[in-house]
């Protein structure tokens, strides 16, 4: 676990070669700006004082919580312009886009393969070189690499 020291110590981020000189020591995300870090520490110690009233998740901002509310009225209000996909945060829309540009910019270090997402990189590091299987099944004791390859085999035990 990182220290309060190592949170002031300019590190490089793992997918890019800039420098990012604010490091959470809660959950190791690296930030360029003092602002960004600042409004970032408060995820893990500020009260989640919104909450949704569809599911009661709650949030620390009210922000989140209406990023949030797309995702159950399916209001989708970032559309890319190039195949009219549409999307509920403008972040996923910027991902996408490398779909339309084949930019790959996350490259795993352990073989020539490169990804045009970080999430995708890291699915692919955790099937392609993980032996680690940290998702038990609580039915037969199986285990999976990922949370979605549990969901699905999880059915099999529901379905009887």
């Known amino acids: 676990m990182k220290t309060e020291a190592d949170a002031n110590d300019v590190t490089r981020h793992p997918h890019s070669d800039k420098l990012r000189p604010y490091l959470c ?4 995300k690296c930030f ?15 009260e989640k004082a919104y909450e949704c009233t569809v599911c009661s998740k709650r949030f620390t901002c009210s922000g989140d919580l209406v990023r949030h509310n797309r995702t159950h009225s399916g209001v989708r209000p970032y559309r890319c312009l190039q195949c009219d996909k549409a999307f509920g945060q403008s972040g996923h829309l910027k991902a996408h886009m490398n779909v339309h540009t084949e930019d790959k910019p996350y490259k795993c270090s352990l073989c020539e ?10 699915s692919h590091k955790r099937y392609a ?5 940290p ?17 699905r ?3 099999i035990h529901s379905a009887a």
């Open 129 to 133: 070189h993980s032996t680690g299987r």
């Open 113 to 122: 393969k490169s990804f045009g997402q970080s999430s995708h990189l890291q």
């Open 135 to 151: 998702y038990d099944c609580l039915y037969c004791g199986k285990t999976f690499k990922s949370g979605s390859d549990l969901k």
């Open 32 to 46: 360029i700006s003092k602002h960004y870090f600042n409004f970032h520490q408060r995820s893990h110690f500020r």
């Open 25 to 28: 020591a809660v959950c190791d």
């Open 153 to 155: 085999h999880v059915r």
